[in-house]
């Protein structure tokens, strides 16, 4: 079977050959314009293809004899073309003829044919006695096509130009395209169903994979005739895998017979050739099954090229080639094929540069610049087996090739054979360029220097730095073996910073040794000494190598001059220990330093020298303030512990970056932000970590070494060595990482004065603690402490007072005897004689009075509702306790400066009195509540009454003259008041009682005083409130509403201090003041309905009486006491609030119960609330920040409630359903 490429298939025409050769130029040209779709069994896609023919004269002898089903020389379809319209002639000639026709056609089994009638209108003008045009048609369909009438068909003046002959010649060729596309389906079914079962013998004796081979590529020439070059690639590429299948089950041990004629010697290593469309020689040779493995390869990836070709996909053609040449080398071994030593060097050289070649013949320099990355691992092959070529024939050698060298470089070239006539006139063809780099050693250094040059360029041009630097290192070994390190020390360089990086320890291993033998031939003794002492320590290498280097180090050890070699390759840093643990001492003082350092060397080593530098930084704003922080650094974090001790990992650069030891890169960290692209918000926020792919990589067991400890001892006068000395041979650590340092601080002397309880309380001897850090400053004899003394608070002492020294560390160093005198204004402490950075520590009795009256603050509310607002008052909001502070000013020796300590002082009792009514007499009532955490003993409570020319008589009820008062307990005392005429105005009253801590040990002695004074007020007004039921009830109802009337009563006239404090206006001579009322509810048993609250206008005058009249509505039924019912002043914007004594400390009740009603519900019960209408001054409609007119809560007993404790009875409402109980 022959084929070229650009073959059509055949198409066979019989009958009048002048008449197709008139139609063969336009037939040829308009069959494929038209697409046809091509629909295949065993459910492949359809395809749109265009149809081509190749139209060939009728001759029995081509047609396909018995058995042979070759599809290259197969005519898919045969026409018979006559133009005949005379019925005399068509039996006279033109039957016969297409019965022999029909009858050859039987004959061969070939049952795809089409009879072309052509009609012209020339030939009917001739002829008269013609019959009409459908009469030879018709007795040719009758004659010949009795069951398929449509293999007839009429071509009317297929050469007019007129929309008759071109429907005619439209509807020929779709008949012509459907049958050629009938007959290709159907041949080439039959013929895959052939080739299938062919293929299903391989296991059977006999059968040849050579045979098989041209079977399946006469369907891949089908498929590319028909320019179906996908499924034409498809044919190659099953080729390809099923030889490489038996070539995978031969290295197996599963050989096939047939491979054997593949297992013959390689006597020629030409290359791969891909200028031709098809190789015939190598085909012939695959055909008489003489081909030997390198053959056939390449001749079937030369195929696969040419299609590849012509899909447009030159960049699998690289990509293929690179695997077809080491898939090759392998296969060679596994069939273990004798090859010349260094023919298949040539082969893959002279392959990589044809496939490279090809490449750029199709594609232009643009194209081949962008896609260097699919062609830069054939020059990278190609370099390297030009350099194995050159080792091999004795190029690189630094004397030159010898004679046996010479000879290997004749064989060689003798196996590429002549040139090809494709290349012969190219002056860079792949076989000029072998020929010329294995003629002469310039030559070779020349072109492999060029190709080594282009790959490099090419691999950082697409950015592989670490490719490109692998054949840079390639480079160094070349120049080494030249005899020339000056060349290869960079290459060399390059790369072992590239492997340190990336901690490729066994490259970093190698590179090191090629790198210590270049510094030794360039005399570079410092580098080779350092790279030697890298070696020494590294694992990777055996223990007599390790002993080698290291001998280096001790030979130049014993010689001078001294050499300085960083010490990360001699030794490691392992771990550091700070005594004392914080790192942090004062001047002066000694700090103990232990070192722990391994060595690396494969021999015990003898140090003659290790010193360590400090570097001195100078910070500002005292070290005492930064000893966490240096603490943190030094002994606490991810390598510290917390005895001061840092630990140094065995991958940190100090422990010696590169000793083949896989080292843990820093963590390279970067902030990843996520915005809105809208408004560029902020969505979300993370951290990415940049070098996780060498944080995530498996490290290697760390290595046993020999570890020794050394104590040093720092101190501020250190001399700058950094050194660890074997001989001359300095080992120096330029730095350490993590950092560590110790602080050596400088500091100002300091006192303070703290409580030696959690809270000092007013009124008792309470000590306090004084505490002075000398830091810099040595206490002198005769120096002393000068409190300024205060009456509020004097200074306790005694005879017997001792002070304590202790050392910066917290050791007890002494006691020394204190000195304490007392003037009228100043308090002398003489200290006893202290070194520098001690603390001297002493105590001392204080005593802080509590003032008669403590501070009590305005209860004042705006008319709407709003807490007007105070400074912050002394009290405790947790405990309410009050607080006093007391500064105290020090004249300290060191200092020109008084220094000013605030000490704070609680009072543990809260007094409260309050005035109780049982009809005409009066009681004084103080409740005394410890707010402290103390228990103290209460004695001779007494109640005076500070203007004795009152004649008022307080009687006593207190039966106890000594009471204990535990915490948060409450003490009641209670007299009565007797006046002879009538009750004072006013009435200046003084409670007095002694009390002492319960655990005191010296009961008398330790009582101290306790005094609250405050004062009572006359009543002003009595408020009285009735309840009444509805119309017709005789008794208040659950849900009825009930009148509630208010009277309010002026009890006397004001007097003139009192005139001049209240508020008060006059029109037409009525002098009136303005009072505020509220009616609220707390315990929920009322609802008011309507209006609450209310400012009304009182008469100053006695006897004058309002009334106010509201509904209210009971909730529950039973016994429900009144609602609460306040009274206030109402002073406008502009009043002076005027001082009021202790608002929450008093009421006035006409019953003993109420005892226990105190003052701090007032804020509740004088709160305005919404629920009717105010005045207007009191609505919520004025805005916040106006001046607004003010409540004022009137003094203890200025109002008297009549029905303070009242209740009145409320029945249920009247149940009228009707409920049925049976009982059984």
Known sequence: VSWRAGSLPPVMCAGDQSLFTSLYTSLAQQLPKEPMEWRRSYGRAPKMIHLEANFVQFKEELLPKDGNRALLTFPFLHIYWTDCCDTEMYKASVKDDMLR?????RLHGSVDWLIVVVESEAKKKNKTNILPRTSIVDKIRNDFCNKQSDRCVVLSDP????????????SFLTKLRTLLLMSFTKNLGRFEDDMRTLREKRTEPGWSFCDYFMVQEELAFVFEMLQQFEDALVQYDELDALFTQYVLNFGAGDGANWLGSFCAPVKRWSGLLLRRPIDMEKRELIQRGEANLLDLRSYLFSRQCTLLIFLQRPWEVTQRALELLHNCVQELRLLEVSVVQGALDCWVFLSCLEVLHRIEGCCDRAQLEANCSHTVGLWTYATEKLKSLGYLCGLVAEKGPTSEDL????????????????????????????????SSVEAFEKHYLELSQAAMEMYRAIGRMRSSRLIGKSLAEFYMKKGDPERAEGFLDDSLRSYVAEGWSLQVTHTRKQMAECQKLLQQTEDYLQTSALLAGDANLTEEERKHFYQVILTFASQPPTVALSMAAFAQLRQMQFSPPGAVVHVGAALQLELRVRCLMPVAVQVEQLAATLHFSLEQGGARGRAGGTQRRT?????????????FPQGSPL??????????????????????????????????????????????????SVTFSLLVGLSSDLPPLSTLSVGRVQFVQSHIYPVVQYEVYSQEPQLTIEPLSDNLLAGIPQ??????????????????????????????????????????????????ALSVQSSEKVTSISLPPTPPYHTLEFQLEVLCHIPPTPFKPDIERLTNGEVRHRPKNHSQADSGMIHIDQKVSIDCPWSIYSTLISLTFYVPFKAKHSILSAGKRKYIQVCLQNVSDTNFHLVDPVLTERQPTIPVELLSFNAKTQQTVCSQQSVFCLWEMRWVKHLPLCLQCAFSASFAPVSASDAHTAFKPYRYEFQLDRTLYSLKAEIL?????????????????????????PSETEGEEEESTEIEGLRTTKLMYEVVDNSSNWAVCGKSTGVVSMPVAASATHRVQMEVMPLFAGHLPFPNIKVFKYLPHSAVPAIQPDTDSCLENDTMSLLDKGLDDQGDTASIRSRGSIHSV???????????????????????????????????VTDDHVMEVNVT
Not at 419 to 426: A, C, D, F
């Open 101 to 105: 026709w029909q009858s050859t056609l």
């Open 159 to 170: 050469l007019k130009e007129s929309s008759r002959s071109q429907d005619s010649w439209n």
């Open 407 to 438: 000879n290997r470089t004749v064989d060689l070239l003798a196996g590429l054979g002549e040139e090809r006539p494709e290349t012969v006139n190219s002056l860079q063809s792949p076989y000029k360029k072998l020929n010329e780099a294995l």
């Open 635 to 647: 002994g606490q974090g991810p390598q510290g512990q917390g005895d001061g001790v840092v630990l």
């Open 655 to 704: 422990a010696g970056a590169g000793m083949g030891a896989s080292l843990p890169p820093a963590l390279e960290l970067y902030e990843m932000q996520d915005r809105s692209p809208s408004d560029s918000s902020l969505n979300s926020t993370g951290v990415v970590c940049k070098n996780m792919h060498l944080l995530l990589r498996r490290h290697d067991s760390s290595r046993s």
């Open 767 to 816: 000590k306090v603690k004084f505490t002075i850090a000398t830091g810099h400053y040595s206490v002198k004899k005769g120096d002393a402490l000068q409190l300024s003394n205060t009456d509020s608070m004097p200074i306790l002492h005694s005879s017997c007072c001792s002070a304590t020294i202790l050392s910066s560390t917290g050791e007890l160093v002494g006691e020394r």
């Open 1029 to 1053: 039921p509805s119309s017709g009830d005789q008794h208040c109802r659950t849900g009825a509403l009930c009148g509630l009337e208010v009277s309010i009563t002026r009890q006397a006239e």
């Open 1178 to 1212: 009191g609505s919520g409609e004025q805005q916040r920040g106006l001046p607004m007119p003010r409540l004022e809560p009137f003094s203890p007993g200025q109002v008297f409630y009549w029905s303070q404790g009242r209740q009145v009875l409320v029945l249920p």
